[in-house]
Each structure stands twice: as structure tokens, then as C-alpha cells.
């Protein structure tokens, strides 16, 4: 009689565990790895799967076969170390002081609580490599934290860019000691890390989470030759007419179209070095327990500088960006669409339907709270979280959100980007704000700008935001003019003030 109760307890136990969706009924013992494979300034039209011509992906294209590929996910910011900060954190990059990239005593604070640091704490091994760019671990005097004090028990990485190519400069350090001279590319030098890392973690041994980062196809654009010449032909030339540039006009002061090459050669080999980590996964048989992340940092570069037209920056190496934004608006920095929507594509075999294409917005903040509700770990109580778990989504089904999302613009280019977009389902509100003042210090305007005028769009009807609504849908741009108004009153009064912050 007992063996009977006991059999029934268990039944019941497990019966009522697979009706409820929620991610308590995964197991201590069979929790799963995660890892997040972030490439830098590949654009949302950038692969194959995502409806490119020229650039050969089949590596990235056959994860999305695999798993599902999202049309509606987006980068947490607009450039690199506050999308990179957002999405460690589950936090808006102004709550942390990210108002623009690292630098200026700018950086990712050791009061602030990381998903790696929370999954650590619950039995997981962590690993990350590649591009950093959140404190300056390579200088003492700024004691600032590195890559360890945010959760991560494994490093390789280089706090910001490095020359890509055999001559690689020795800006990589490995668990807080640098590393020296390098011979190989950026992303194989990643990939090969962590393999050799994931070589040694046992099956039975505590599950794990990689966070992988690469350079490309980040300017500089030095692919090997062999990518590069792959690209050089009547066809690709062909092609490139086809291509769109988010209505961002592109260089006509001199002749770049040679450039091309490079970048689509980048982009090609970055989809090879993710294919040797793929098969190293499934040798080690960890392709069923493991979900794979692919996405982008923020949106693609180009080759105009906004600084150019005023003659205090002329960058050649943004000659060679050729990235895409697809039928979106706006590129890297801008706070349109374009800026932000990138590539997103999630591999959970065996809960996620292979093949899928999945509408549900995700952004950049929302990994952090997802991933802490698939592994049972409550969200911290003494900060505000701006993501909001979208398990669900994760498992392939459409998910619709409680709360509308804020993008914002870095703030040194506010004077050529619209410094905050707010996206409510299908409609995008853009914010223009009042202008800084010459000899207002950058913390002040941040501290007191105000949007003043707006402009509102539909994208379910025009993806590309060519039609501005707000003078057709007053009712609509009120409400949602009152939501923007109230998360940027907030941000401003949670965001950090870096004295080292003056006007420029």
C-alpha cells in the first residue's frame, strides 16, 4: 500500500509539473547550458536565413533550420557596451550610466548584478571570450572589475577591438593576465578557446553558460584573402543592387565599392568559426541539452560618418562596411528599427519546434530575466529590471509583451539621431528631445532634456518608417507620448552621474 501512494504521489507530481508552463519543473540535475554567440554591427539583413543573396552563411542558416529564427529581436542599445551592459544585466543601459560606449569613468559598476554571476551561484560553470568593452581590466590604476568579479569563472577577451588578422596585437588577456602576441584571426581565436574549454567540462559535471563575442564584423574589416576573393565577381556586383542601406545615404565623395568583398568576406568567415563551435558541441553529444543564442550587438556600420559633415573625423575604415539593416530604417547608433532589430535565432531542441519563424518582439534585456525563469532564480528585489521574461517565445510560441520597450540613442550623437524610440506593439514612437546647450555639461542635459516633439509609425503597414502618423493619430501619439515621458522621467532619475563626464 505504501509502494501504491508513493507511485500515485510521483504521478500526480509529474502530471501536474508537465501541465503547468512554468520552469520550476526543470530539474536540479538536468538544468540546461546556455550560450550566447554575439556577433558586433552585423545587421538584421546581414545572413542568408534572413533573406541576404550574396552573403554565404550556411552554418548560422542551418541553426536556424534547427531551431527559430525571430523577426522582431532587437539589440538593447544602439552601440556596443550598452547593448553589451543591458544585456548582462536585464537593465535600460542609462540605469547603469552607459548614456555612450566605455570611457569617461563610464563603465559596468561591481554593485551591479549579471546573469553570469546568478548562474554561478546556482552550480554553473561560466565561460566567456572575445570583445569585453565594459570596464578597462587592463588598467590597474582605474580599478575597475573585470570579467571574473561580473560571474565569470573562465575569461579571454580584450577589452575593446583589436586589429583583426595574423598579426593579431597582444590586447587579449586570459583570467586577468595578458596573453601576448597572437597568430590568427579574432573569431578563430575565440572559438578555438572556447572549444578547448568546452573539451574539458564532463557530462556529469555542472551545466554551463558561454557567452562568445567577436570582433566582426566590427571595423577593422580584414578577412582573409581567401573570403574576401569569394566575393569579387560579376554576380556579387549583380546583386548589390538588391541590397538596402536603411535609406542611409552612403559614400559618394569617393568610389568604395571594391571594399565590399571584405565585408561580406567577414561575415562568411565569423559563419565558419561558428560552425566549428556547432560540431564541437555535437561531438561532445551536448546539442540536446544546450541552447544556443545567436544575435547582434546593434545594428550595421557604414561608411558616413555624421562628424564628417563638419569636418573633425574623416574614418576611412568605414569604407569597408557594407552590413545590411534589410527593409528596416536607420543603422548602427540610430534609434530607428534599424539600429537595433538584428538577426536573433534560439536552438532549445526538443522544446522548440525546428524550422520556426516567430514574430514575438524580444529585446536585448529580456535574456536576463528569461534565462533566470528557465533556471528558477529569482529576479533581484532592490533594482528595477527592465526585461521581462519571454520564455514562452523562447519555446517557439508567440508571446506578446506586458510592457512597451525604450531604445535610446547614444548621447553624443544626438544631434543627428532621435535620442529615444519606444516600440507598443505594432507602433513605433520616435522622441526628438530638446538640444544641449554649448556649455552645458553632458550629465546636466541628460539630468534635464526633455522630448518635445514626435513622430509615429505602423509597422505592421510601412516596415521601413517612411510615413509618419502623428498628425493622423493624434489619440495614439498622446498615449504613447505619455509612456515615453514617464520610463525617460524614470531613467533619468535612476541613471548614475559620472563626474568625469564634460561637455564637448
Not at 58 to 80: E, M, W
Not at 394 to 413: I, L, T
Amino acid at each position: 500500500m505504501k509502494t501504491t501512494k508513493s507511485a500515485l504521489i510521483l504521478f500526480f507530481g509529474l502530471t501536474i509539473c508537465s501541465l503547468i508552463s512554468m520552469p520550476s519543473c526543470v530539474s536540479e540535475s538536468n538544468k540546461p547550458n546556455i550560450i550566447i554567440f554575439l556577433t558586433d554591427d552585423l545587421g538584421y539583413g546581414d545572413l542568408g536565413c534572413y533573406g541576404n543573396r550574396i552573403i554565404k552563411t550556411p552554418n548560422i542558416d542551418k541553426l536556424a533550420s534547427q531551431g527559430v529564427r525571430y523577426t522582431d529581436f532587437h539589440a538593447a542599445g544602439t552601440v556596443c557596451s550598452p547593448s553589451r551592459a543591458a544585456l548582462l544585466t536585464g537593465r535600460h543601459p542609462y540605469r547603469l550610466g552607459f548614456y555612450y560606449i566605455l570611457g569617461g569613468g563610464a563603465h559596468l559598476q561591481a554593485s551591479e548584478i549579471t546573469l553570469p554571476s546568478l548562474l554561478q551561484k546556482e552550480g554553473y560553470n561560466t565561460f566567456f571570450a572575445g570583445k569585453w568593452h565594459l570596464t578597462h581590466f587592463d588598467r590597474p590604476k582605474a580599478k575597475q572589475p573585470d570579467p571574473a568579479d561580473h560571474g565569470f569563472d573562465y575569461w579571454f577577451a580584450t577589452v575593446v577591438n583589436a586589429f583583426d588578422g595574423p598579426e593579431s596585437p597582444g590586447r587579449f588577456y586570459r583570467n586577468g593576465e595578458p596573453v601576448g602576441e597572437l597568430n590568427d584571426w579574432y573569431c578563430n581565436l575565440i572559438v578555438d578557446e572556447a572549444i578547448d574549454w568546452l573539451e574539458e567540462q564532463n557530462e556529469d559535471q555542472a551545466p554551463f553558460f558561454m557567452e562568445i563575442c567577436t570582433h566582426g564584423p566590427h571595423t577593422p574589416i580584414n578577412p582573409p584573402d581567401s573570403y574576401a576573393a569569394a566575393y569579387d565577381n560579376d554576380e556579387v556586383e549583380r546583386l548589390e543592387d538588391e541590397v538596402g542601406y536603411g535609406y542611409v545615404p552612403r559614400r559618394d565623395d569617393k568610389d568604395i565599392e571594391a571594399h565590399k568583398k571584405f565585408y561580406y568576406g567577414t561575415v562568411s568567415q565569423i559563419d565558419d568559426a561558428f560552425g566549428r563551435l556547432m560540431k564541437a558541441l555535437d561531438i561532445k553529444g551536448l546539442d540536446d541539452n544546450t541552447i544556443v543564442i545567436f544575435t547582434s550587438d546593434n545594428g550595421p556600420e557604414y561608411p558616413v560618418n555624421f562628424m564628417e559633415s563638419r569636418g573633425e573625423w574623416d574614418d576611412d575604415i568605414r569604407d569597408k562596411c557594407f552590413g545590411s539593416p534589410g527593409p528596416l530604417r536607420g543603422m548602427k547608433r540610430f534609434t530607428y528599427e534599424g539600429g537595433h532589430r538584428v538577426p536573433g535565432i534560439i536552438r532549445w531542441l526538443g522544446t522548440a519546434k525546428s524550422g520556426q519563424v516567430n514574430t514575438s518582439i524580444i529585446n536585448g534585456t529580456d535574456l536576463f530575466p528569461t534565462i533566470c525563469d528557465l533556471v528558477n532564480i529569482p529576479l533581484p528585489d532592490d533594482r528595477v529590471i527592465d526585461g521581462e521574461s519571454m520564455l514562452h517565445a523562447f519555446k517557439g510560441k508567440y508571446q506578446q509583451r506586458q510592457h512597451p520597450v525604450v531604445w535610446s540613442a547614444p548621447v553624443h550623437e544626438y544631434e543627428f539621431v532621435p535620442p529615444m524610440t519606444l516600440r507598443d506593439e505594432n507602433f513605433l514612437l520616435v522622441g526628438f528631445f530638446n538640444g544641449k546647450k554649448p556649455e552645458q555639461l553632458w550629465m546636466d542635459w541628460i539630468k534635464t532634456a526633455k522630448p518635445e516633439k514626435y513622430a509615429l509609425y505602423d509597422l505592421d503597414k510601412d516596415i521601413g518608417q517612411q510615413n509618419d502618423l502623428s498628425g493622423l493619430l493624434p489619440d495614439k501619439t498622446k498615449e504613447l507620448s505619455d509612456k515615453m515621458k514617464d520610463k525617460w522621467n524614470d531613467l533619468q532619475h535612476d541613471s548614475p552621474v559620472w563626474p568625469q563626464w564634460k561637455a564637448k
